[in-house]
């Protein structure tokens, strides 16, 4: 239990604090873009600003409802989606090259969870999810399960895209997951550089004074606090 406990606050600083203190930073201070063209390499700079575009921009939240969209997603990319991709690579029956079980002892085979609105434990992550997303962004909280029910029938969830991934040991498949990658990406165009990216990011995220009404703020994990679901999310 110790390593999901960890685990979950791991989960927790990603999510609420790391992923807005760069936003934060951006927002309040004049020389972070200097800055960070001075301290990090170019791939770090890329990555940096699309974790600021993602929360100031394309996955920005104005209202409770996208906030309950983004633990909606959250739930699915965590409890189904990267298990069904990690069993893709190593299936409940894989055998390693050395003959053994892969799945065996201390590693236990994880099961994609299916979301459903009537399991309290999957409604009490969308609510604990939601409503710290919602305090990031300065949105009043709601824990009225009956219109977040609501709230979560309007969520386009996107079907599973299984990525290549394959097992370096198994010949065949690494053959397999090449010749269907080959053909997935045959008519798409090679991705941009790092430097390219970059520009491009420079460019679409606006400057300062046109987000002077976005009240960002991080949240540093308390556990003793009963109504500030820090503890409700872990």
Known sequence: I?????????????LFKQAAASA??????????PTMTERLQLNQQVVMLEEIKKILLDERATVFDDCVAFARLRFQEQYNNEIRQLLRKYPQDHITSSGSPFWSGFKRCPHPIEFDPNNDLHMDYIVAAANLRATMFNIPHNTDRAAIAEMLEEVEVPEFNPQPNPDPNNAANNAADNAADNAANANVAAPYNDFERLNELLEELPDRDELEDVRLETLDFEKDDDSNFHMDFI
Request: charged share 30%.
């Open 24 to 33: 934060v930073q951006y927002l309040t201070d004049p020389e972070f873009l």
């Open 2 to 14: 110790e390593h999901t406990l960890q685990w979950a606050r791991d989960e927790f600083e990603g």
